[in-house]
């Protein structure tokens, strides 16, 4: 493999859960809202999605139904970036860092730190986007529910089962549309209260568990970002090849040998270079 100096790594936040789900290899798409803030904002239904075009990243352009102001936008990441996941996390005695996503047994009084304050440091899920599409949000395939890595499992008799997440404002202390009451931390199958697509009833809660009861009926324009886990193995680093015993490639191109930029030892310097490692 080359070494490639042009490489993007962009950070990426998930859950403590959507980070368990895509180190099991569950979760493949990633649905977001950011950059499409101004036609989501009053009526993502008065915007109208006349172009779209993939040069790298996606370039979008809309036009509003009443008045003609048309708007352009493009993603944050582009086909071919690496994201590195920022998840919960926390240090550890024994290792340098310990993420919720990959403790068997949580204790409930466990702190963790947000996802937002992980350093690069503390890295371990690596992702490389090799698709972006633009649609709504309840637009969603049912497919496309399991790749976004909602719980779900097939019980003896076949019959699939589907997690339906709790909301993130009211608990499931009470019956509101659309989410009633019990169903809340439960699996439900096809048919359960009438619901004819369990599937997208988990991928709904989901969205309303991270991002608000309200989110989901807005029915906002979204990114659907599809991404690969990129398997990576300590002492390797997965972009360029080299390891501790042969870094030849990165001192032919840097002119001098490259250190490990994250504590996992999966992503060297010279792949990474505007890294301080301490
Ligand atoms: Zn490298
Ligand atoms: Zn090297």
Known sequence: MEVNMKV????????????????????????????????????????NLIKAV??????????????KIEKEFSSKYSIGDYLWVKEPWRFSAIFKYEYKSSLMYKQPE???????????????IFLKIINIRIERLKDISVEDCLNEGVDNFIDEDGIHYFYVYPLKEKGCSR??????????????????LGIKNPEKFAFQSLWQSINGFKS?????????????????????????????SDCSQCIEKTGKPCDW??????????????????
Not at 11 to 25: C, D, N, Q, V, Y
Not at 110 to 124: Q, Y
Not at 220 to 244: A, L, M, Q, S
């Open 175 to 192: 019956s509101i549309m659309g989410h009633p009451v019990g169903l809340c931390n439960s699996y439900i199958s096809k048919g359960i």
């Open 261 to 278: 930029a994250n504590a996992a030892n999966t992503v060297c310097t010279a792949c990474k270079p505007n890294l301080k490692k301490k």
């Open 54 to 67: 993939t040069a790298g990243n996606l370039l979008v352009r809309f036009n509003h139904s009443m008045n």
């Open 8 to 47: 993007k790594m962009k950070p990426i936040l998930f859950t403590s859960e959507m980070a368990k789900k895509i180190r099991g290899f569950y979760k493949n798409q990633t649905r977001r809202t950011n950059g499409l803030e101004e036609i989501n904002k009053d009526n993502p239904d008065s915007w």
């Open 110 to 124: 466990d702190k963790w730190n947000p996802s937002l304050h992980m350093h690069f440091d503390a890295s371990t």
């Open 216 to 244: 989901w009926y807005k029915n906002p324009w979204v990114w659907v970002y599809e991404f690969e886990k990129i398997n990576t193995e300590h002492g390797k680093c997965f972009i360029c090849g080299c390891t501790d």
